[in-house]
């Protein structure tokens, strides 16, 4: 990876014209060919971009451009539209290369799989004597994230979300009424957990009989999550 700061001014041309007037901005260009043009605002989105397959030249600046102050043009083109990025060097603060190797990709914590399971271990969550009967319980329209059993024998599926919205208690609705069809499961009731539930979702698992339960990700990964607490 190319780090440059420079004083530059960008046009870029294709099925659309922009054009960026002269300032001091970062310039990265990456291993995989792209170009991005940065400013010191806007958080992670560049002013201006190319994406691969694209292929970099540098030139040197005609006549006009050289005697303008102008060092070096950097040209961009994109391989399957044409499109272009010209990006006119008048002064460069800053030059690095870097080889940062392979990445190994993004690795999420707390994702629906995470949260699935840790609740099967900690089943206590969702109520006192409660044994977990499988995960991913199948049904005719896919499967159910928990099935629990109460002590009484009565079956509790369970629904688990990052953040619970009226989609997900649709979901479990319709979960809840083929599974309640099983005269071995039945009667069937339904719980909605979630790290954030809606409060339009509260409202709509309340009318179908279906419980919420809020999941603390952190406390239950065995983590302090500074929530507030009552004991």
Avoid at 9 to 37: E, F, I, M
Avoid at 72 to 99: F, M, N, P, Q
Wanted: charged share 25%; net charge negative; glycine share 10%.
């Amino acid at each position: 990876m190319r780090l440059v700061i420079a004083r530059c001014s960008v046009d870029y041309t294709g099925r659309l014209n922009a054009h960026l007037p002269l300032a001091t901005r970062l310039l990265v260009h990456k291993g995989d060919g792209s170009l991005l043009v940065h400013s010191d605002g806007g958080s992670y989105k560049p002013l201006n971009w190319m994406s691969p397959p694209c292929r970099l030249e540098v030139e040197l600046p005609d006549a006009d451009s050289a005697a303008a102050g102008v060092l070096e043009h950097w040209r961009v083109t994109h391989a399957k539209t044409g499109d272009a990025l010209l990006v006119r060097i008048y002064e460069v603060l800053h030059d690095s290369s870097h080889e940062l190797g392979i990445d190994p990709g993004l690795q999420k914590d707390g994702v629906e799989a995470d949260l699935q399971r840790l609740l099967a271990e900690q089943v206590d969550v969702i109520g006192d004597g409660l044994t977990l009967v499988r995960r991913e319980y199948p049904t005719a329209i896919g499967p159910v994230d928990l099935l629990l059993r109460d002590p009484a024998g009565g079956t509790i599926a369970v629904e688990v979300k990052r953040r619970g919205d009226i989609d997900g208690v649709e979901q479990l609705t319709r979960y809840l009424e083929l599974l309640g069809r099983d005269p071995h499961l039945s009667p069937v009731t339904g719980v909605f957990a979630a790290q954030e539930i809606k409060p339009q979702a509260k409202v709509l698992a309340a009318d179908r009989g279906i419980r919420c339960v809020t999941l603390d990700y952190e406390g239950m990964k065995g983590v302090e999550s500074g929530a507030p607490r009552l004991f």
